[in-house]
């Protein structure tokens, strides 16, 4: 079954940076694009990045642009989030994600069909 695992979430303070990363065992990697979300208290689960399956193509949401990078390694079947000049505003548990057939690729919640657990990235002021 596909499984997802997160790691390298934390605390860092505002101006700083974390580098997500996301374990992906079950399906071929290879084939599917792949996606962050993040989710804060209170708040509906919003895109931050996604990449295609060739990493040819990526996308980010526009409060993450010129300071989030998305990439894979389709070798180690894993995907990255390196996170740059972080704000406090970008609190939230990230999550991994896969779209639910190969060689798609979306922006939107419902694009995606399996989920890892989640990593609690916290920036303070």
């Known amino acids: 079954q596909v499984q997802l695992v997160e790691s390298g979430g934390g605390l860092v303070q505002a101006g700083g940076s974390l580098r997500l990363s996301c374990a992906a065992s079950?399906?071929?990697?290879?084939?599917?694009?792949m996606g962050w979300f993040h989710q804060a208290p209170g708040k509906e689960r919003e895109f931050v990045a996604t990449?295609?399956?060739?990493?040819?193509?990526?996308d980010y949401a526009d409060s993450v642009k010129g300071r989030f990078t998305i990439s894979r390694d389709n070798a180690k079947n894993t995907v990255y989030l390196q996170m740059n000049s972080l704000k406090p505003e970008d609190t939230a548990v990230y999550y991994c994600?896969?779209?639910?057939?190969?060689?798609?690729?979306?922006?939107?919640?419902?694009?995606?069909?399996?989920w890892g657990q989640g990593t609690q990235v916290t920036v303070s002021s």
């Open positions: 990449v295609s399956w060739s990493d040819a193509n990526s």
């Open positions: 994600t896969t779209t639910r057939y190969a060689l798609e690729y979306g922006t939107g919640t419902n694009d995606y069909a399996y």
């Open positions: 079950g399906f071929t990697f290879r084939r599917y694009a």
